[in-house]
């Protein structure tokens, strides 16, 4: 009886991972944004302001949050959705760095 109890485990697992690969490699894995709302370009300065409160809105550091959030925002016209991550959907918003190498924009 064990056996197949742990027959029948590897078997989920197997099929778990079988999923994930399929999934992936036709890209339905992670997160897909809309590009017209999150990509390179999608906003205008005047939007900016409101994007960083929502981007900033669950940080405890609020200012300086703020303050760089719509530095790159008006460089990069674009803010990631969510309140933290996803900065691969902004390339310009990721890749843009402090003298040190960290990342300029939150």
Known sequence: MAKLVVAFFLALI???ML???VMASHGHGGHHYDQKHYGPGSLKNYQCPSQCTRRCS???YHKPCMFFCQKCCSKCLCVPPGY???KAVCPCYNNWKTKEGGPKCP
Request: net charge positive.
């Open 14 to 16: 197997a099929i778990s």
């Open 19 to 21: 999923q994930t690969m």
């Open 58 to 60: 669950k940080t405890q």
């Open 84 to 86: 933290y991550g996803n």
